[in-house]
């Protein structure tokens, strides 16, 4: 059965086409610095490679521009989109909508009605999802929401201690997300180990980032609370912020509160601190020249993590491996050797040779290292991919 999952992250459009149950890779692509002026898409279907600059503005746009590469007569691999059997999507917030669910007019109503709470994601996904239902209304879509993973975490560390009735009547309480990266994460570790009963802390860092404290292949805590703006900052979301600058904002400003949600969704992070851009690359780029601004985020940033990190070493009592991964988390050197400096206390040794020259998924901590560091690539599509399968053969 053909699957295709899309995974349409605040950045970022990437693709992959499985011939599912062998999970067999049919195709992948991906669309990066989306809605920027030169966005770089890449496809790889069997031996043909292919990559192009061109202005994509918005996610619409990309599944678009997905579906025209996998039916190309020359080098697709579907004759025509009739072929696929489900389309699985990475979807983030839906409330009480949690898990993985065909997508529906209620589940659609509810994204829509968490716009505002999940702005950089909520928005594309309902707008994509409507489009694919429109143009194919005979392939099932299928959401697999984020949150899902993190069900298990514990009443104490999900809890907000505001009025108690606000978690009963609003469902104000902290769900977690990228649940497909942190699943596939504490999966593949068992495999790379060989062993089932891991402490496995996940630092997925991209365009959105979140630390995941895993027991097991089972998620104990995470960064990300009700949205995902909090926890660590964001390429241009704020992360953790006291609800309680509100007020001082409102008056000394003059902006009415959807222009404060904006500044913090859309013009804070790494972008708000830099002056420079939401993208790692710039940031680092800028800081490297010698720029202060560049440098305070990418400290502030580093900052963050290691207060997850050692708050997670906590919650595990200790951990067996540290596991980067996403855009940053797979490419940044610097920030690596920032997070895991002046760790010896925890027995967590970087090796810094290795940690400059990194390809696919590597092991970068000394031989005497107790918890091992790794960096491994996500595959949040195959998560996807087999959650979508389960749902459509039911
Ligand atoms: N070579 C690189 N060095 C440092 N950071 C990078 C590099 N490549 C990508 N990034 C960072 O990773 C981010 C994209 O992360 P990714 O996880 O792919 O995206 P998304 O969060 O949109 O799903 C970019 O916005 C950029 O900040
Ligand atoms: C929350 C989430 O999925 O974020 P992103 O893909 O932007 O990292
Ligand atoms: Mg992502």
Redesign the pocket.
Known sequence: MIILVA?L????F?YRVYDMPAERQLARGGI??IGQAESRCTVEIGSHKEEISRSIPDHAAAVQMCLDQLTDPQHGCLKSADEVKAIGFKAVFAGHYSGIRIVDEPLLAEMERLFDVAPAHNPPYAKAMRQLRAAFPQIPLVAALETAFHDTISPALRTYAAPYEWKEKYAIQKWGFHGASHRYIGTRMAELLGRNDLKVISC?????NSLCAIKGGVSQATSMGLSPQTGLLQ?NRVGDFDPFALPILLKLSGKTLPQILEDLSERSG?LGLSGVS????DV?EAAAKGNERAELALNVFAASIRQYLGSYLVVLNGADAIVFT???G???SR?RRQVCENLDFAGIELDEAKNQSVKGEVCLSTPGSRTQIWVVP?NEEIVVARQSLAAVSK
């Not at 997925?204 to 959105?208: A, D, K, Q, V």
């Not at 939401?278 to 690359?281: H, L, V, W």
């Open positions: 995974n992250g605040s950045t970022s990437k990066d610095r997925h860092l991209g365009g959105s390429n790494l939401p993208d790692m690359r680092e996403g855009g940053i797979e490419n940044s920030m996500t």
